[in-house]
């Protein structure tokens, strides 16, 4: 059975939408892709993927500074 080709996605809107705090989930969904396929497109590109406590953050709506601050954590 041929491979699913991955539809095009609009780079600069997905990598826009992901730095604002968007999820990579979020974004899948709205691309009709997994998560997992999103996450390699992004590294394909170059862009720094979230790691789960970064994601965390982005979700609450914090910096790693401002995270470090609240919980008393040298910078």
Known sequence: ?????????ARDEAVALYRGGRSMSSLARKYG?????LTR???EWGEPVRDHAA???????MTLAEWRRRVDLPP
Request: hydrophobic share 40%; no cysteine.
């Open 1 to 9: 059975m041929p491979r699913k080709q991955m539809p095009a996605i």
């Open 41 to 43: 497109r992004f590294r």
């Open 55 to 61: 994601a965390q953050r982005a979700r609450r709506g």
């Open 33 to 37: 892709v997994s998560a997992g396929r």
